[in-house]
């Protein structure tokens, strides 16, 4: 098949992409039900996944090898932007299908994509990423998790943090040493982990806004076959770099295209609502939220663009990010002052305003803080001087990182 499509083939797969739409974008109503770990809201974006697959929709760039589609860059774009139009129905998917699939289909052997990527394609598993430990965040190269070879598969010792949706998810990527007298950055492998294997203990983490989306992962002497080493052993690091790239698009591009302002369109609706639309302030800092928005999703486009090109994720990636975080910051504080006193209330007229405050919290931490963004942006974007990292060509095993600073 050719690369672009004429017009009247675009246009015949933006009507059958409408048609779905129409009928499967209905939004996900809780129905008054609490969800404080998602499985309500996993259990429609599955759903949702499991159409578009019967439809011959799911994974349209992915080799139909391994249960894609074999379609076009054009047919992905287009998809994306009337998926944008609709309510997003597979938000909980984001990991799995914004940073696992990609892994998989990038770095995985035949064996690997032919026994995992169809069924994650179409959600019939959900997988999520294990790379951050009590000791090793934004430095996740500290990562003290090991792996070690035992005749025919690798043991698996140490524990994970912060892993959203892993008490929903079947398989997992994971991160960990496997060479710990090499400098730190050079002996981290990445490997697929069967999440219902014995010794992986999944233990969910209370969040302040009242929900349990992450969690807390052990793992005592868990097995993993030899064949369940992802990319080149001792690689980990710069596939690691690869799948942050991804998440980085993945937050901060979200899983459509084209202009949006969701924000500014919700918070007009209140202003309006609530009387104060006529505010000089409030129309002042309504309209510098819109140009925020906008300048975001153009760079989420450019971003999207070079995907569609054929190029993997880059540092770019990390802008869209950023300046995602500091639009909801700005519309988390706009809001506030909107909505007045009602804005802290749990439950009322504040319209859950005081869980979207607290929520946005993360957005300036989960895949890397803002601070780590603008070190990428300075160091790979505008080609400043990198940050100085003394440990650099340290063995591993001789540094003070974790629990070996005892
Ligand atoms: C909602 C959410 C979901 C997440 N989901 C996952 C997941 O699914 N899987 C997973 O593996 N992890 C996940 N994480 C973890 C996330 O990747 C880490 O929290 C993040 O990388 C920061 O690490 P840390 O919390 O250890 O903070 P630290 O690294 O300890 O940082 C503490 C502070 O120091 C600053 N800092 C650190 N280093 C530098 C530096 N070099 N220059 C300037 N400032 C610096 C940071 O910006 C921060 O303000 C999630 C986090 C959140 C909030």
Redesign the pocket.
């Known amino acids: 098949m050719s690369d672009t499509l004429s017009p009247a083939e675009a246009d015949e797969f933006r009507a059958r992409c409408t048609a779905f739409l129409e009928e499967h974008a209905t939004g996900i109503s809780l129905d008054g039900q609490p969800d404080p770990r998602g499985s309500i809201r996993m259990g429609h974006a599955k759903t949702f996944q499991g159409a578009l697959t019967d439809a011959g929709l799911a994974g349209l760039t992915y080799s139909s090898e391994y249960g894609g589609q074999s379609l076009t860059k054009d047919h992905e774009r287009i998809w994306r932007e009337e998926y944008g139009k609709f309510p997003n129905m597979t938000s909980e998917l984001t990991?799995s299908h914004g940073m696992c699939v990609p892994m998989l289909n990038e770095y995985g052997t035949h064996e690997q994509k032919s026994a995992y990527l169809a069924d994650a394609i179409a959600a019939r598993t959900v997988w999520?990423?294990?790379?951050?430990e009590p000791g090793?965040?934004?430095?996740?190269a500290s990562l003290q998790t090991k792996a070690e070879r035992d005749g025919d598969v690798w043991v698996i010792n140490g524990q994970?943090?912060?892993?959203?949706?892993a008490h929903l998810c079947d398989y997992g990527i994971i991160i960990a040493r496997t060479d710990p007298a090499v400098a730190k950055h050079a002996g981290i492998s990445m490997f697929i982990i069967d999440m219902n294997a014995p010794g992986v203990e999944v233990r969910p983490i209370n969040q302040i806004d009242g929900g349990q989306?992450?969690n807390e992962i052990f793992f005592t002497d868990v097995e993993v076959p030899a064949a369940h080493l992802l990319g080149d052993l001792n690689n980990g690091w710069n596939m690691a770099t690869a799948m942050l790239m991804y998440e980085r698009v993945a937050i901060g591009s979200g899983s459509t295209s084209g202009v949006r302002h969701n924000l500014t369109d919700q918070l007009i609706e209140t202003a309006t609502k609530l009387g104060r639309i006529d505010e000089p302030v409030i129309r002042d800092q309504l309209m510098q939220l819109y140009i925020m928005e906008t300048t975001a999703s153009l760079v989420s486009m450019r971003t999207r663009a070079d995907l569609q090109a054929g190029k993997t994720p880059g540092p770019g990636g990390s802008l869209g990010k950023l300046i995602g975080t500091l639009n909801m910051n700005f519309a988390r504080d706009l809001g506030m002052e909107i909505y007045g006193s009602a804005g802290v209330a749990w439950d009322g007229d504040g319209g859950n305003w005081a869980r979207f405050a607290l929520t946005s919290l993360?957005g300036g931490?989960?895949?890397?803080?803002?601070?780590?963004q603008r070190?990428i942006i300075g160091d790979r974007v505008l080609g400043l001087p990198r940050?100085v990292d003394v440990s650099k060509n340290v063995p591993f095993n001789e540094l003070k990182v974790g629990t070996q600073r005892d």
């Open positions: 990991i999520c990423q294990m790379f951050s090793a965040g934004s430095d996740v994970k943090v912060w892993t959203t949706t989306h992450f993360q931490i989960a895949g890397g803080t803002n601070e780590i070190n940050d």
